[in-house]
DNA sequence: GCCAACGTTGGC
DNA sequence: GCCAACGTTGGC
């Protein structure tokens, strides 16, 4: 199973309205490297759901439960379904990302406008650690 | 409000 | 095919 980042402005669509509609169909993405990796994702991997705006930080964690498909909007772009997991209680922030070393190397941060980023397995439970270690 | 990063567009 | 100009995203 793989692990991913997705990233969005809750003005536009944030966790409390996935919570609310209980899935969503992720689309929108216009950026060819982001759609790449939104090809990549299989039913079943997990995504982080990250606030990005005035929030920065991960707020949730949800499933990938369809593939890729033509974006219903766009059919030369594609989107993927998702559903909320759980919350990450509290939301681990950019700020505690960047303040962790082993996240040094994670694609959001050197990739900042990336919407869609993949996580490794280290960097995975090393965000979870901090949610759970986070005062 | 500004700026950096990066993608896209259009002139040549 | 190159590159300058411009638009967008996202962090500070």
Known sequence: MAHWLMKS???SYGWPDLVRDGSAEWDGV???AARLHLKAMRPGDEAFFYHSGDQRSVVGIMRIVRA????PKDGDWVSVAVEPLRPL???VTLKA???EPRLAGLEMLRQSRLSVSPIREEEWRAILQLAETAP
């Open 30 to 32: 216009r950026n060819a």
């Open 68 to 71: 890729a498909a033509p974006d």
């Open 9 to 11: 402005e809750p003005g």
């Open 97 to 99: 990302i960047k303040a």
């Open 89 to 91: 209680a509290p939301p």
